[in-house]
């Protein structure tokens, strides 16, 4: 099977079609595996009585805040999640995101470079310019996960 990307401008939102010369049966498992692949990568956000589709590669963090567990994205938009931080530990897809403390997931992918603190701790500094810091409890954990 032959794979193209067409990348233009024009494109808010990807999408995948599939063109064949007839609908199989093959095809029809390879959208429907497709579908349950990107439905797995969204999750919904809430922001002033809104709701937001959020696609997880561009979200940089989950974090407790005031007792809500927030999502913050690239664009440093800010939404409120309904699920708690420990089901999304279960729930998320364990090469993109990695738990740094009871309260707090990152994106993998969004992290600049970590460094040590004057006092010791490990600080994870994003790509989009926030800092926050691995739980002592962690520590292994998040060593053993990127090595």
Same mark, same amino acid.
């Given at each position: 099977?032959?794979?193209?990307?067409?990348?233009?401008?024009?494109?808010?939102?990807?999408?995948?079609?599939?063109?064949?010369?007839?609908?199989?049966?093959?095809?029809?498992?390879? *959208? !429907?595996?497709?579908?349950?692949?990107?439905?797995?990568?969204?999750?919904?956000?809430?922001?002033? %009585?809104? #709701?937001?589709? @959020?696609?997880?590669?561009?979200?940089?963090?989950?974090?407790?805040?005031?007792?809500?567990?927030?999502?913050?994205?690239?664009?440093?938009?800010?939404?409120?999640?309904?699920?708690?931080?420990?089901?999304?530990?279960?729930?998320?897809?364990?090469?993109?995101?990695?738990?740094?403390?009871? *309260? !707090?997931?990152?994106?993998?992918?969004?992290?600049?470079?970590?460094?040590?603190?004057?006092?010791? %701790?490990? #600080?994870?500094? @994003?790509?989009?310019?926030?800092?926050?810091?691995?739980?002592?409890?962690?520590?292994?954990?998040?060593?053993?996960?990127?090595?």
């Amino acid at each position: 099977m032959k794979v193209k990307f067409n990348i233009a401008k024009q494109f808010i939102e990807p999408f995948i079609q599939i063109n064949a010369a007839q609908k199989s049966t093959e095809l029809q498992q390879l *959208a !429907e595996s497709i579908q349950k692949l990107t439905q797995e990568w969204l999750i919904t956000g809430y922001q002033n %009585r809104q #709701q937001f589709v @959020l696609f997880l590669p561009q979200i940089v963090r989950f974090h407790t805040e005031n007792g809500a567990v927030i999502c913050e994205t690239d664009n440093q938009h800010h939404y409120r999640i309904k699920e708690r931080i420990y089901f999304l530990h279960n729930q998320l897809p364990k090469e993109m995101f990695l738990q740094i403390s009871s *309260a !707090e997931i990152v994106n993998i992918n969004k992290i600049d470079y970590f460094s040590l603190s004057k006092a010791g %701790r490990y #600080q994870i500094n @994003l790509t989009n310019g926030t800092l926050t810091y691995v739980s002592r409890r962690f520590v292994k954990t998040i060593k053993e996960d990127l090595s």
